[in-house]
C-alpha cells in the first residue's frame, strides 16, 4: 500500500535533544567540519533560528537562519537535506517556506555563501530560488574551495 507523504514545517524546542541530535546529523552529513553541533544547535532553537521540514513526522531537512544586528537582512547559516532524500524537492520547499516566514517577520533579505564549482547549488539557490551572485569571497579557510556570497530581496 501506497503511504500519503505528510510534509509539515517545525521549529524545534531548544530542550528537545531528541530532535536536535537528528538535526545536528543532518547538518554534519553536509558540512563536516563546519556542521552545528546539537548543544549549539539548542541556542539557537532558543530564539527561533531552526527550520525544519518533516515528512511523515521524521525531520529530513534543515535550516538555521540568523537575523543580523545592523540591518533587517538574515543569513542563512545552515541548509541542508538528509542524503538519502536528495533531489526530490524537500530543499526547494524547505526555501520556500523560509521565504514566507521572513517576509512575514519583516526580514528585507537573505543572504548566503555557496561553493560555485557545485552545479546543484547554481540549480537550487539560483535557478530555481532566484538567489543573485552579490560578490565573490575569499576562499574557505580549510577546505580551499572558492566561495560566493549569494543574496535575496524578499
Ligand atoms: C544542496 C541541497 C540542500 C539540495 O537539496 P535537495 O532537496 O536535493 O534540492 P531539490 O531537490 O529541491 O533541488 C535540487 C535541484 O538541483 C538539481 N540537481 C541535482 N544535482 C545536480 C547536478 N549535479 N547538476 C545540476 N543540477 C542538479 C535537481 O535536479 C533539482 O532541480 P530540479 O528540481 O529542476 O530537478 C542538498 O544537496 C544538501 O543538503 N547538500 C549538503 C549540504 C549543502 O551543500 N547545503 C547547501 C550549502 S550552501
Known sequence: MQQNKIIDFIQPDAQDWEKLERISEIDMQGFGEDGISTFNLSQFARGGSVFCLTLNGLIIAEAVVLRNFRDNGAEIFGFAVAKEYFNQGYGTRLLQHLK??????????????????????????????????????????????????LRYDL
Do not use: S
Request: charged residues 30%; aromatic residues 12%; proline residues 8%.
Open 100 to 149: 514566507e516566514v521572513a517576509k512575514e517577520a519583516g526580514i528585507e533579505y537573505f543572504e548566503l555563501t555557496m561553493n560555485p564549482d557545485r552545479p546543484v547549488l547554481h540549480r537550487l539557490y539560483i535557478q530555481k530560488a532566484g538567489f543573485y551572485k552579490k560578490a565573490e569571497l575569499t576562499q574557505h579557510p580549510h577546505k580551499h574551495e572558492p566561495r560566493w556570497l
